[in-house]
């Protein structure tokens, strides 16, 4: 496709620590196109955050390393490019924000001087002009007294105001992409849905396509177009968010669903997928779900399953789609 | 900031007055009557009552603390028992030379110290790391005056490149004015002199340095790795910056903190006499000062030295303390 912004293709990364050699992400392949919002799912430890940090080379190296694959951003590699050409796509190109705002500042500068640094890296601009740029940009992500705000430190500043500050600077330069790695964890609730309101709002103004890495369903279910959900380092399946959250294909989808608390129907206990993520070795055999898998049968634990395709885009790395042609799946979904 | 400082003025005066108290409490804890032990044992009955009216000896022990107190306010330490004169002015080219000295050595100190550490902590694991680590774990274990006299056997006698002891050329004193001596070239405009100067500084400045450098650059390292984990260092690289700007801006300032506590009680500690090596290399400064007043039981110049030691290193740590607040706006008092 012609408008594709960012495509992944059997990147693996792999940490090698005194334990061994952790695939951390393995073989992992999706596509980000223009303008859309891409969701990346999975619980603590199934290598989404990992997956983002590759993209833009910022994984701790050592021991971290991107071992194979490729990352083609607009049609250039970025897993070979080198250190002085990544500093020119982070935060010009490809910009992130993180997880916990509360830290993601740095306390001893002030808002102003982290913002004019970020706008002056990649903008050959005077001081004075980056400043006001920099109140620009806040004015833009909903922040009141922004003249007054640059001048101000972080912890001056709430949660939900220092992860709209982190969006400003990511914003500042004009990227293509955003790689968002859980951006509203951190927050109450109603501070949520305001950041997911000002990415939605970016998504449709700029037109910059979101990579959203997340474990929060109700997240995609607002903001996703596409979903990617990953386990254990692999991914295991991909689909439209409509067609993942009505009939997910794979197990741990469908686990992940109906673990989510519903307002309708009371259930007198909340589901949950018993155990947890398998941590990832290098040369297992079998498929990394089947010890939490209530589907598992004997072949899943004894070879590895390749992702499925099942038309209209849609894969998802069970042999249940083999074997059965999903029907046993068919029967799981509309149980719950 | 103004009234943070003036705050912490005022919680400098129960620390002064505590102070006072124990430089007081030293000459009455002598044993015996001071009197007494200042003038020796053959001393007659007439003179111990003469010297215990002229120190006020005679008087409650309120009334002596009460007018210590005064004298102090005024400027007055004393009289020296040895050379008769005022302690206040003879005390200031010993002050001088100790600064002078600690001055370059914390300066030898901070920038290797410091430089060390980051480089360390950069190129974790690398050669240059384990090589510096081990050098500052041989500096921190070696013995100072062990240090002093290998440098004096080999740069001064061995290859006569420096001088092996003395603040200047002792055939060509210079007409001090603030008795820094460095300084007081540069106001003379004598450049040549000056250099001379510098050269005297060398060895003891780094004999003298040597510890606190280790310390720093240990102190250094560590503190770097910690905040290189940090979540806003990942930020500073999301952006794009280089390198240098995350490690010297956006790293050193958030490491430095714990650095500053240790350079303050370091200086703090340097300035309080390295008798060691001032008496190595003939550096007449307070410490030097103290211990020849200790062997001639001067008692006032012994109270006045510990009582202008103690103050520096309290002022230097409400130096340090105004520093955390310009390196960390978080800091509230």
């Not at chain 1, 109603?190 to 309101?197: F, M, R, V």
């Not at chain 2, 606190?212 to 910056?241: C, N």
Request: contains cysteine; neutral net charge; hydrophobic residues 45%.
């Amino acid at each position: 496709m012609e408008d594709v912004i960012l495509e992944l293709s059997g990147l693996s990364t792999h940490f090698f620590t005194d334990q061994g050699e952790i695939p951390a992400v393995d073989k992992v392949s999706f596509r980000v196109h223009k303008g859309e919002v891409v969701g990346v799912v999975g619980e603590s430890g199934s290598g989404k955050s990992v997956t983002s940090l590759s993209i833009l080379q910022l994984i701790p190296s050592p021991p971290g390393k991107i071992v194979s694959g490729s990352i083609r951003y607009k049609g250039e590699d970025l897993a070979k490019a080198t250190e002085k050409r990544m500093k020119r796509i982070r935060g010009n190109e490809i910009s992130m924000i993180f997880q916990e705002p509360m830290t993601s500042l740095n306390p001893v500068f002030t808002i102003g001087n982290q913002m004019r640094e970020a706008i002056r890296i990649h903008q050959k601009i005077s001081k004075k002009a980056a400043t006001e740029k920099a109140i620009q940009m806040l004015k833009l992500v909903g922040i009141p007294r922004a003249e007054d705000i640059v001048n101000e430190y972080p912890h001056q500043l709430s949660g939900g105001m220092r992860q709209r500050v982190m969006i400003a600077m990511a914003m500042s330069s004009d990227p293509s992409l955003l790689i968002a790695d859980e951006p509203t964890t951190a927050l109450d609730v109603t501070i949520q849905a305001q950041i997911l309101d000002l990415m939605k709002k970016i998504n449709k103004e700029e037109h910059t396509s979101i990579l959203l890495i997340t474990h929060d369903l109700g997240v995609v279910a607002d903001i996703c177009d596409r979903v990617v959900v990953m386990y254990a380092g692999q991914v295991v399946e991909k689909g439209t968010t409509r067609e993942i959250l009505k009939d997910p294909q794979h197990p741990y989808t469908q686990g992940l669903i109906r673990s989510l608390p519903k307002l309708h129907g009371r259930e007198e206990k909340l589901y949950s997928i018993p155990g947890t993520v398998a941590r990832p070795k290098k040369d297992r055999v079998g498929c990394r779900f089947a010890p939490r898998c209530e589907f598992a049968f004997e072949r899943c634990f004894k070879e590895n399953p390749e992702l499925y395709q099942l038309g209209d885009g849609r894969e998802s790395r069970c042999f249940l789609h083999t074997e059965k042609k999903g029907e046993r799946l068919e029967d799981a979904t509309t149980n719950t | 900031m103004v009234t943070y400082i003036i705050r912490r003025l005022l919680m400098l005066i129960p620390v002064l007055i505590g102070m006072t108290l124990i430089t007081f409490s030293i000459v009455h804890l002598i044993p015996g009557n001071p009197a007494q032990v200042i003038l020796g044992e053959t001393a007659t009955g007439e003179a111990i009552a003469n010297l215990e009216e002229t120190m006020g000896l005679n008087e409650p022990y309120f009334v002596q603390y009460w007018n210590y107190l005064l004298d102090l306010l005024q400027g007055d330490l004393g009289t020296s028992l040895r050379s008769k004169a005022e302690i206040s002015s003879e005390i200031l080219p010993y002050i001088a030379a100790t600064f002078e000295l600690t001055f370059f050595a914390m300066l030898f100190a901070i920038i290797v110290g410091v430089n060390a550490g980051i480089i360390s902590a950069w190129k974790q694991n690398s050669w240059f790391d384990f090589l510096a680590m081990l050098f500052a774990l041989v500096g921190v274990s070696m013995p100072v005056f062990w240090l002093a006299l290998m440098e004096q056997w080999i740069f001064a006698q061995e290859l006569g490149w420096l001088p092996a002891y003395g603040r200047q050329d002792s055939r060509d004193p210079i007409a001090a004015i603030t008795h820094l001596y460095v300084l007081d070239s540069l106001i003379h405009l004598d450049f040549a002199r000056a250099f001379t100067i510098l050269k005297h500084l060398i060895l003891p400045s780094i004999a003298l340095g040597t510890i606190p450098m280790a310390i720093i650059a240990r102190m250094t390292r560590s503190s770097m790795l910690e905040v290189m984990k940090s979540d806003y260092i990942r930020t500073v690289r999301a952006k794009g910056s280089g390198q240098f700007l995350v490690i010297y801006k956006h790293a050193l300032k958030n490491a430095m903190i714990p650095v500053v506590t240790v350079i303050g009680l370091q200086t703090g500690v340097l300035l309080g006499g390295a008798i060691l090596t001032e008496t190595i290399f003939s550096w007449p400064g307070v410490g030097r000062y103290v211990y020849e007043a200790i062997n001639y039981r001067d008692y006032p110049v012994i109270q006045s030295g510990i009582l202008v030691i103690a103050f520096i290193f309290v002022m230097i740590n409400l130096f340090v303390d105004i520093l955390y607040k310009k390196l960390d706006p978080r800091i509230k008092y």
